[in-house]
């Protein structure tokens, strides 16, 4: 069964830091490149990262670039999203994702004072 489980979510203060996890299963994960997304309540979905299948390669939306870094190991099948400088309008869920793999069911992002 193909599957992607999010974690490390939470509630932190603007400034924070937080990382959060993607657990992958049910698929070769070293042959995907994976995404993060993040939907923030009443806003449509949106794409922030992006890392090659082997690692080497990152892409990042504008509005995370500079604070935000994907990386991923391999042989654990698990593709990380380390957030800081953290502001109150990065409060989302937040999704990792492979073209043609399902979502997951996210997790939520809360910057607050």
């Known amino acids: 069964q193909v599957q992607l489980v999010e974690s490390g979510g939470g509630l932190v203060q603007p400034g924070g830091s937080l990382r959060l996890s993607c657990a992958a299963s049910g698929f070769i994960f070293s042959s995907y490149a994976m995404d993060w997304y993040r939907q923030a309540p009443g806003k449509e979905r949106e794409w922030i990262a992006a890392i090659s299948s082997g690692g080497d390669r990152t892409n990042y939306a504008d509005s995370v670039k500079g604070r935000f870094s994907i990386s991923r190991d391999n042989a654990k099948n698990t593709v990380y999203l380390q957030m800081n400088s953290l502001k109150p309008e990065d409060t989302a869920v937040y999704y990792c994702?492979?073209?043609?793999?399902?979502w997951g069911q996210g997790t939520q992002v809360t910057v607050s004072s």
């Open positions: 994702k492979g073209i043609g793999l399902p």
